[in-house]
C-alpha cells in the first residue's frame, strides 16, 4: 500500500510526464514547420516515450493499491526557436525532470518505501541516457552553427531515430 504523501507525489509525476510528452509533441511540430522532418521525428518518438513514462507511473500506482488522480496538463510554450534553441529548451526540461525524480528519491528513502525507491531507480538511468542523447545534439547543432548544410545532415541523422522496441530488435 501506498502512502498518501507517495501515492501523491506520484500523482504528480504522472502530470509532469503527460507535460513533458505535451512538450515535446508541441516541439515536433514546430520542427516540422521549419521543414526539419528529421528533427520532428525525433521529438515525435521522444512524446511518445514520455507517455510511456507516465504509463510506468500510472501502473506502479494501481498496482500497489494507491489512486491515480489526473490533473489538467499545462500549455507548452515553445515559441519561435532555432534549431539549437529547441534542443536547448530539451535539455532545460530533461534537468528539471531529473531534479523531480531525485525528489522522489529523497521522499522514498525518508518514508523507507523500498519498492517505490527501486521503480525510480529506472527513471534515473533514463534520465542519465535523455540528458545525454540530447546534449549529443545540441554539442553537433553549435559545431555546425548556421551552415545549412550541416543542418540538413543532422536533419538526416534524426529521421533514422526509430521506437526503443525496434531499435533493440
Ligand atoms: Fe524526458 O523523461 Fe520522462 O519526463
Redesign the pocket.
Known amino acids: 500500500m501506498l502512502s498518501p504523501t507517495i501515492n501523491d507525489a506520484l500523482n504528480k509525476q504522472i502530470n509532469?510526464?503527460l507535460f513533458?510528452a505535451y512538450l515535446y509533441l508541441a516541439m515536433s511540430a514546430k520542427a516540422d514547420n521549419m521543414g526539419l522532418s528529421g528533427f520532428a521525428n525525433w521529438f515525435k518518438f521522444?512524446y511518445q516515450?514520455?507517455l510511456a513514462?507516465a504509463d510506468r507511473f500510472f501502473n506502479y500506482i494501481l498496482e500497489r493499491g494507491g489512486d491515480v488522480a489526473l490533473d489538467a496538463i499545462g500549455k507548452p510554450e515553445v515559441g519561435d526557436p532555432s534549431p539549437l534553441e529547441l534542443f536547448e529548451k530539451g535539455l532545460a526540461h530533461?534537468n528539471h525532470?531529473t531534479h523531480c525524480i531525485f525528489k522522489l528519491k529523497d521522499l522514498a528513502k525518508s518514508e523507507s518505501d523500498h519498492a517505490t525507491d527501486v521503480l525510480l531507480d529506472w527513471f534515473v538511468n533514463?534520465?542519465v541516457e535523455?540528458e545525454a542523447s540530447t546534449q549529443a545534439i545540441i554539442d553537433q547543432l553549435r559545431l555546425v552553427k548556421d551552415n545549412p548544410s550541416g543542418l540538413f545532415l543532422i536533419d538526416r541523422q534524426l529521421a533514422d531515430r526509430k521506437p526503443e522496441s525496434e531499435s533493440e530488435a
Open positions: 509532469e510526464e513533458s521522444q516515450e514520455e513514462h530533461e525532470i533514463e534520465q535523455e
